[in-house]
């Protein structure tokens, strides 16, 4: 068994407690979390908002600063993949169960309830898009980059271990293997359980919701769980036996399905309406950038809903979920410059996120607009992407592909996340054992059951703003060491090619 530490047993012990919470008394542990939640975004909603558009600023300037042709490696060290491999991993982690889930459902409720413009009108459909861009676009991988970047560096030109602590070493030097440190890395595992437990639930709830809406099956919490369970018991079986091919074949399967549910949509549906609706977004995402990444809503209450509801409960799971991609992108990022890594991570990712909600957005604004499949507006969010489906042709086709897309995300990111969580509490072992994993799994798998069980997808919202609010700080703390670490060693640097 992997070498543990306390960072391990005082994360299970709260995590177990967690779950008995729920499982003992759901009602008090959904009103507790709701009222955390409401305070939250209502006293805080601009700390996320702030923190956000810092990290986009931030990532931005690392390209044209000083430390651009800084290498995530030792002097001369070569990338261990090739860019299209590399590109391909980054893709790979732009993917997920929340594209799958959002990205006809988000672009729909947009419409269908607008922020400022007329509902179900042209100018309601134009916003939709370009909001669903925006929650999917540079802020995203902006959170994404600066973890990924700081892990990364810190692993690969200093040596550290691949701890979230380890990275604060300029700021708080050995306290980072104290109890300070300890905190650091509780946090994060934390955040991690919160922000994957967030997208199993949605997972298991478009599941659910797919073979409702083409069987008798019922979309209800019984069928989640059972979904949750079936899941929990083939990632088990893989951890198990170690059988690394599988999950590594499932990975691969994830792109291939990915990118032909994305190819069928587009050329079944209306590919001439997609193509121009992709660049004009684009052109009036990257207009209005600026604007939107510090819109409150401080003077139109409905519109302060709309942002805590959307882009706050967005900047919050993107936050919760960055210990996972974050672990994930350093891991393929070793012997890339700071300036090809921000570059690669911020606009690659971006663009394919872009183009996948104007895919199925853009479908279903187009079928609902055109009168060609009406209601897609009035069913669940879980079953929106079926709904879709339906008015093309090869629907069956498209309903099985997503189905079976979304269990093969569903497993791989269980598996992927109890390696992060138990890499977090073994010290940063690039090989946790196989019981550390399967005991995180299964505390994953929990806390989305109690999640759901306690509140449905709202729950899901809940957990990741509260989980994702003292994780933002160590973020912001994650800048400054890092830059205190790249302005050391580039000092280091000239000093030492002064001497030669």
């Known amino acids: 068994m992997s070498k543990v530490g306390k960072v391990f047993w005082i994360s299970l012990a709260i995590s177990a407690i967690f779950v008995v919470w729920g499982v003992a008394a759901p009602k008090n542990l959904e009103y507790i979390s709701n009222e955390a939640q409401s305070f939250l975004t209502s006293q805080f909603g601009w700390f996320y908002i702030v923190s956000v558009a810092i990290f986009l600023v931030f990532s931005i300037y690392l390209i044209f600063s000083r430390f651009g042709h800084m290498r995530l490696g030792k002097e001369g060290e070569k990338p261990e993949y090739n860019r299209i491999t590399w590109f ?12 799958i889930f959002w990205g006809a459902a988000e672009t729909l409720a947009h419409y269908a309830a607008p922020p400022e413009a007329e509902a179900e009108s042209i100018e309601a459909a134009k916003n939709a898009l370009r909001y669903s861009v925006f929650h999917w676009g540079l802020q995203t991988w902006a959170v994404y980059t600066v973890i990924a970047l700081a892990i990364a560096y810190f692993k690969f030109k200093r040596g550290a271990p691949g701890l979230i602590s380890s990275t604060f070493e300029p ?10 440190g300890n905190v650091i890395d509780i946090i994060a595992v934390f955040a991690t359980i919160f922000g994957v437990a967030t997208s199993l639930g949605l997972g298991a709830s478009q599941i659910a919701g797919g073979l409702s809406f083409i069987s008798d099956i019922k979309n209800n919490f019984t069928t989640q769980f059972i979904i949750i369970i079936i899941v929990t018991i083939l990632f088990m079986a893989s951890a198990w036996s170690g059988i690394g091919k599988g999950i590594k074949w499932l990975s691969n399967a994830n792109i291939v399905l990915a990118v032909l549910l994305l190819l069928l949509t587009l050329f079944l549906g209306p590919t001439q309406f997609i193509l121009n609706t992709f660049i004009a977004t684009m052109g009036s995402y990257v207009e209005s950038l600026p604007s939107l990444s510090f819109q409150t809503g401080s003077f139109n209450d409905n519109f302060n809903g709309w942002i805590q509801s959307w882009t706050i409960f967005y900047w919050a799971w993107f936050i919760a979920w960055s210990p996972f991609v974050g672990t994930f992108i350093a891991r393929v990022s070793k012997g890339r410059t700071v300036r090809e890594f921000v570059i690669g991570v911020l606009f690659i990712p971006t663009i394919f996120c872009a183009f996948w ?9 187009f079928q609902e607009i055109n009168g060609i499949n009406t209601g897609l507006t009035d069913l669940a969010q879980e079953e929106t992407l079926f709904g879709l489906f339906e008015g093309m042709p090869m629907s069956s086709v498209l309903t099985i592909i997503a189905l079976f897309l979304i269990s093969t995300f569903f497993i791989t990111s269980a598996d992927s996340a109890t390696f992060v969580l138990g890499m977090q509490t073994t010290n940063g072992s ?3 054992s196989n019981k550390i994993k399967m005991i995180w799994g299964i505390i994953q798998a929990a806390t989305a059951s109690v999640l759901l069980a306690t509140g449905g997808l709202n729950a899901l919202q809940t957990a990741s703003i509260v989980s994702a609010f003292p994780f933002a700080f160590i973020l912001l703390f994650m800048v400054v060491a890092l830059v205190m670490a790249m302005n050391e060693d580039l000092k280091k640097e000239k000093s030492s090619k002064s001497k030669n």
């Open 357 to 365: 909600f104007i895919v199925f957005g853009g479908s279903s604004l």
């Open 430 to 432: 690039l090989n946790p």
């Open 88 to 99: 391909a991993m980054l893709f790979s982690a732009g993917m997920g169960i929340g594209l």
């Open 171 to 180: 700021l708080i030097g050995e306290r980072t293997k104290g109890w300070i």
